[in-house]
């Protein structure tokens, strides 16, 4: 059928060209018309284009004196599709310090099934586009004609004045008029299975491995909580972009020193998510947070109602140093004093 259906557009080609009617002709990427000398095969990787405009004189001619048919090349699908990454022979990591940024002598042994899987790309970007879709606040909103202020009546007499027509002010076409097709709030989440999100963390955890970009910290102690001297640490180390996992309750000398660096992010095993793993060069892991992650992907987590999911989330508990209560609550409730004080500043207003 394909074969005929050449044919038939190769004949109707040759007709605009006021040429005889070849036998059969097939067309190639530049609009050039070969003779067929045996029946057509498709195949799914070739592809073949019908003459879509009127070939020139001189390119027909040349086109009927030649005697090779020209084939297209099929097309090379490997160079669209991401590598995997080979899992690594070993799985005996070394134990590092963070302060002083080099090892401490021991090793850990990670989890194969976790650390040695094949990474999948296809996985990784499911995973990704669903978070960053989740964080979308979907609060755009404009004016449609129906909210502006303005009247409804028509602006001006349709005739007599020798001038456009002119409709009501709100009308979107008109300068101050609401919006035709605006954005309107919305919710851009969407559900993806526990166990492709549960997959896409063992492949992102398994690829830093891999990039020999996984660091597993002893403690994550540090002897004061000041910017400079772990800037520097970090530097030394090559850990300037990295996203650290604490545990559960992050360290408070950990926490006061690494808030101010750019490209580093600190974050407790709850909250490490498959975007900032693969957001960040670096992926440095407290040793105790391993067991938590075997759990994580394996489903083993006791489930959390919803009433209560994102209250964990905006919580933050810090824990350890030699910070007392009062400074742990005054980092803590920084964010509440600045909405409070913006409420004042409203209600002073009116």
Known sequence: MAAVMLRR??????????????????CDKRNN??????????????????????????????????????TIDPIDFSKFVAKPVHPPLSFEAPLYSLKTGTTTGSSILLDRSIFGVPVRPDILHRVVVWKLACKRTGTARVKTRGEVVGSKQK????????????????????????????????????????KVRRFGLRCALAAKFAQNKLIILDDTDLDVHKTKPFKQTLEKSGWANALIVDKPNINVKLFLASRNIPNVLLLPQ????????????????????????????????????????????????????????????????????????????????L
Do not use: C, W
Request: no cysteine.
């Open 155 to 194: 602006g001006a007499p349709q005739k007599g004045r020798g001038m456009a027509r002119m409709g009501p002010k709100r009308s979107p076409i008109r300068r101050g008029g609401g919006k035709a097709h605006g954005p309107r709030p919305r919710d851009f989440s969407f559900t993806l299975q526990k």
């Open 9 to 26: 557009t190769a004949l109707s080609v040759s007709r605009r060209a006021h040429l005889s009617p070849p036998l059969s002709l097939i």
């Open 270 to 349: 709850q909250r490490a998510n498959v975007y900032d793993i693969l957001h960040q060069d670096f992926l440095i892991l407290h040793r105790d947070t391993l067991d938590y992650f075997f759990q994580r992907v394996n489903g083993l987590l006791p489930s959390v109602p919803k009433k209560n999911r994102k209250e964990g989330r905006q919580k933050i508990v810090l824990q350890g140093g030699d910070a007392s209560d009062d400074k742990i609550e005054a980092i803590t409730s920084v964010s509440k004093r600045k909405d409070s004080s913006k409420k004042r500043e409203k209600t002073q207003e």
């Open 33 to 70: 018309l070969f003779p067929l000398a045996e029946p057509l095969k498709i195949h799914s990787k070739e592809k073949f284009f019908h003459a879509s405009s009127q070939p020139s004189q001189k390119k027909v001619k040349n086109a009927t004196k030649k005697e090779t048919k020209e």
